[in-house]
């Protein structure tokens, strides 16, 4: 198993002679050895080591999150999970609407998706949008008795 990710100098491509550039491949992972300013120059210096995938301390938090999340179906809405886990809040509800509008209106989807669009826009500070987004999910539970969700039962408790 290739477990380091393929890098390349580009520099003979460059249109800057002078530089050195090097492409590495999406996911590669890096170890910052030192970041120092040049104040003469008005340029960022960074040193850093590329680790191969069985050497970064974020392998124990990748593995985490795939048994978190594995079990669950792959959707837009296990994606704003992770993204809410990110602090990408914004991200987040752009995927959790997303979803809602593909869903059919009935859908019981719809009913977990509107308890955390209502999280998070309590946790962003917006009580009047936390509060329509609670209201939906409890007109959508007056609609649909028979539909279930972790979080409708104590909508109260957690505006």
Same mark, same amino acid.
């Given at each position: 198993?290739?477990?380091?990710?393929?890098?390349?100098?580009? #520099?003979?491509?460059?249109?800057?002679?002078?530089?050195?550039?090097?492409?590495?491949?999406?996911?590669?992972?890096?170890?910052?050895?030192?970041?120092?300013?040049?104040?003469? %120059?008005?340029?960022?210096?960074?040193?850093?080591?590329?680790?191969?995938? %069985? =050497?970064?301390?974020?392998?124990? &938090?990748?593995?985490?999150?795939? =048994?978190?999340? &594995? !079990?669950?179906?792959?959707?837009? /809405? &296990?994606?704003?999970?992770?993204?809410? =886990?990110?602090?990408?809040?914004?991200?987040? =509800?752009?995927?959790?609407?997303?979803?809602?509008? /593909?869903?059919?209106?009935?859908?019981?989807?719809?009913?977990?998706?509107? /308890?955390?669009?209502?999280?998070?826009? #309590?946790?962003?500070?917006?009580?009047?949008?936390?509060?329509?987004?609670?209201?939906?999910?409890?007109?959508?539970?007056?609609?649909?008795?028979?539909?279930?969700?972790? !979080?409708?039962?104590?909508?109260?408790?957690?505006?």
């Amino acid at each position: 198993m290739v477990t380091t990710k393929p890098f390349a100098d580009v #520099s003979a491509y460059s249109d800057y002679k002078d530089e050195s550039e090097v492409l590495f491949m999406l996911g590669s992972i890096f170890r910052l050895n030192s970041v120092e300013r040049n104040k003469n %120059d008005q340029v960022w210096n960074i040193q850093m080591t590329l680790w191969n995938d %069985d =050497e970064h301390d974020l392998k124990q &938090v990748l593995m985490d999150m795939k =048994e978190q999340f &594995v !079990s669950e179906e792959t959707n837009l /809405q &296990v994606l704003g999970k992770i993204l809410w =886990e990110m602090s990408q809040f914004d991200l987040a =509800e752009k995927y959790f609407i997303r979803l809602l509008e /593909q869903l059919p209106p009935n859908d019981p989807l719809r009913m977990d998706l509107y /308890q955390d669009l209502g999280k998070l826009a #309590s946790n962003a500070g917006n009580l009047d949008k936390s509060m329509e987004w609670r209201q939906k999910a409890i007109a959508l539970k007056k609609q649909n008795p028979s539909i279930t969700s972790s !979080s409708i039962s104590k909508p109260k408790n957690s505006i």
